[in-house]
């Protein structure tokens, strides 16, 4: 979330003792917590920032001590709600009940799955999208879509995006575990169930630096577009559509095109990266 302060934990290990974390966004920013009672400055904990024009994106948090530089860290800046994963929800009938527009913040436990449930309406595009190696996480994802039955609908087993439409009115039980089912600290995950619209990639993916053009977004529940599959059978449905702005002008290198899609708790901002050459494109 944006625009608001946050407690970040920070290792006990003398390197990053009473010295803030730095984050690759200006506006985020890191200062000590201090004890309400006491009024002194509590050891390796601290207060981020995040101030309200920072875009939702992952970006890279270091420690700068007395010993140097640390290597970098992920840190995700959101913009949908966010719930903690408890620790009692390792059986279908402890699933946790998540409202789509949901991000679920949690780890997993050595074997163990954690389950979660939600409610879609038939015909409703649900993405259910797992961040784990993305935030430098050990994890190796695996989702499960199961109806109320108990009937398998769909898998995710080497990570990236499970898109689903619902068959019927109803809820339906999401199975999350580690592929070889290990856990433990190191293996943190960053779940989100939603039914808004999803960015997949943009054609073309250059230009000319200076001149105009015409570019298409392609996606999953884009508004204004046409549902096109994936040829060859292939399980991605794409719905292009034209970028917002696709005529503004860039400069040589890499810019970020960014386009946020809809509106409240089910809306998506991405940004998609655009070449600029100096060569034509063909």
């Known amino acids: 979330m944006r625009n608001a302060a946050f407690l970040c934990p920070a290792s006990r ?6 010295f803030p974390p730095h984050f690759s966004h200006a506006n985020i920013t890191a200062r000590q917590k201090v004890a309400d009672k006491t009024g002194e400055p509590e050891a390796n904990k601290f207060l981020v920032t995040i101030g309200a024009d920072v875009p939702p994106d992952v970006y890279e ?9 640390s290597n970098p860290r992920a840190y995700v800046v959101g913009h949908l709600p966010e719930i903690p994963s408890p620790a009692t929800n390792h059986a279908v009938a402890s ?23 939600f409610a879609a309406r038939k015909g409703q595009r649900v993405l259910i ?5 993305e935030i430098d996480s050990r994890m190796d994802d695996t989702l499960i879509l199961y109806d109320a039955g108990g009937h398998e609908l769909e898998r995710q087993r080497r990570g990236g995006l499970l898109d689903f439409i619902a068959p019927a009115d109803g809820q339906f039980v999401l199975a999350l575990s580690d592929f070889i089912y290990r856990g433990g ?18 054609l073309p993916p250059s230009g000319l630096p200076g001149a105009k053009g015409n570019y298409t977004l392609y996606g999953r529940n884009l508004p204004g ?15 292009p559509i034209p970028a917002p ?6 400069k040589p290198g890499v810019a970020e095109l960014r386009h946020r899609a809809g509106r409240g708790r089910t809306g998506a901002e991405r940004q998609i990266a655009v070449g600029a050459e100096n060569f034509t494109a063909v």
């Open 61 to 69: 948090a270091r420690v700068v001590g007395r010993f140097g530089v």
């Open 13 to 18: 290990r003398p390197f990053v003792h009473d």
């Open 225 to 239: 577009g046409k549902r096109r599959v994936q040829a060859g059978g292939g399980c991605a449905r794409w719905n």
């Open 245 to 250: 702005d696709a005529t503004r002008r860039f």
């Open 95 to 117: 699933a946790v009940e998540v409202a789509l527009g949901t991000v679920v913040n949690g780890r997993t436990e050595a074997n163990a799955v954690d389950y979660f449930k």
């Open 129 to 133: 999208e797992c961040l784990a190696k």
């Open 185 to 202: 600290r190191e293996y943190f995950y960053r779940l989100t169930v939603g039914a808004g619209p999803h960015l997949d990639y943009i």
